[in-house]
């Protein structure tokens, strides 16, 4: 053991005061710790991980330690027993010391993350847990943080991080993938069911009979523009009988209002959203959503939505939607933005019937689709 490592056993050791419990390494009921940090779709993308521990040790009690990005979707995965919120910090290395004085009565704790993060290594070690779980850069030498170092997958983008997680399942017995173990369900809680059933009780809603929601952000940069998104919304409202929803993450929620608003349409609103639960629920009640790559994609994973999703940029095998019913649109190479009509043609499967002699009202103001770059 290097010089660091011996360092970092000598911190660790004044967190074991902290202890009520003293960690086992194979208890028939362990107290297991899942780390999950970043964002809210990093954790949906964590879930099939809960599930496939509650299944395989239903007397387990699991706790996720997560950022507070996240901590709304774990608390809403049934297999969840508790979520603890990871207190930010300036430093990797007090927030390390400061969130693992917090986190020392587990018997297992796992390192949820696609990859080696120094900062999460340090928490995990910090734990004192009896089995520590994470991916290593190597695994041919004894690793300073984890009692059980896993080797990374060859090429990390060329795996979907559902399976990329479940690798770290290894040491605990767990080793095959099926289709049942990539499970996305949550539970959308009462309150927020109660508020998609009170935006749902106003126009434009509550005089269709059916209605789509097209969400407006992303954290990549798009290459499918406001007037685009307008432009495909027009044509919907035009073209079929569906009322529409914009919705957005809370820093363009006034963009989705003031587009809503200048549309002036009667049959289109902008809905905010106060968290994703909350969104989940009006995605339960939609026919589908329009989407770029991000949390309202993985969310409409969760609850089974048809999505079309417009897919700018990224590794695609690893983070796109798991939705049994997701389309996707990609910008092709060089590609600026994604042809308006493109989009369109690919919505269909999502639409009704056409209605009679509005079609050719867009037929000469749209360009000649190119093939449909549509991934199923």
């Known amino acids: 053991m290097n010089l660091f490592h011996t360092i970092i056993d000598l911190i660790a050791q004044p967190l074991k005061l902290r202890r009520r419990r003293r960690p086992r390494r194979d208890p028939a009921d362990p107290r297991i710790l899942v780390i999950r940090r970043n964002r809210m779709g990093d954790m949906i993308y964590t879930l099939p991980l809960f599930h496939a521990l509650r299944r395989h040790f239903p007397k387990a009690h699991l706790t996720v330690a997560c950022d507070l990005l996240g901590a709304q979707i774990a608390r809403a995965c049934e297999s969840v027993d508790e979520v603890i919120v990871l207190e930010p910090s300036w430093n990797s290395w007090v927030g390390a010391l400061t969130n693992g004085a917090r986190l020392q009565d587990y018997d297992w704790a796992i390192a949820a993350k696609g990859g080696f993060d120094l900062r999460l290594a340090l928490l995990t070690r910090f734990t004192n847990a009896a089995v520590r779980i994470g991916f290593e850069r190597r695994t041919d030498r004894p690793s300073g943080y984890y009692t059980e170092p896993i080797a990374l997958p060859g090429d990390p983008h060329d795996e979907h991080q559902i399976n990329t997680l ?12 099926t289709g049942m173990t990539v499970d996305l369900s949550l539970r959308v809680p009462a309150a927020s069911r109660e508020f998609a059933a009170a935006i749902l009780a106003r126009p434009p809603f509550v005089s269709s009979q059916r209605f789509m929601l097209i969400n407006l952000s992303s954290t990549v940069p798009l290459k499918f523009r406001e007037e685009d998104f307008i432009a495909v919304a027009e044509r919907i409202v035009g073209t079929t009988d569906f009322a529409v929803g914009f919705v957005a993450a809370p820093a363009d929620q006034q963009k989705a209002r003031e587009i809503a608003m200048c549309m002036a349409s009667k049959r289109i609103a902008a809905i905010d959203t106060p968290g994703p639960l909350d969104l989940a629920a009006l ?71 056409k209605k009679d002699g509005l079609e050719k009202i867009w037929e000469s103001s749209l360009e000649q689709p190119p093939a449909p770059d549509l991934t199923l």
């Open 166 to 177: 479940l690798r770290l399942l290894k040491p605990l017995g767990l080793v095959k993938v």
């Open 283 to 353: 995605l339960e009640q939609a026919s589908f959503l329009l989407t770029p790559e991000g949390g309202a994609a993985h969310l409409a994973a969760t609850v089974g939505t048809p999505a079309l999703v417009l897919w700018s940029e990224g590794p695609f095998k690893k983070w796109h939607s798991k939705g049994r019913k997701h389309a996707f649109v990609h910008a092709q190479q060089g590609e600026e933005n994604i042809p308006v009509e493109r989009v369109w043609q690919a919505l269909q499967p999502y639409l009704p019937p």
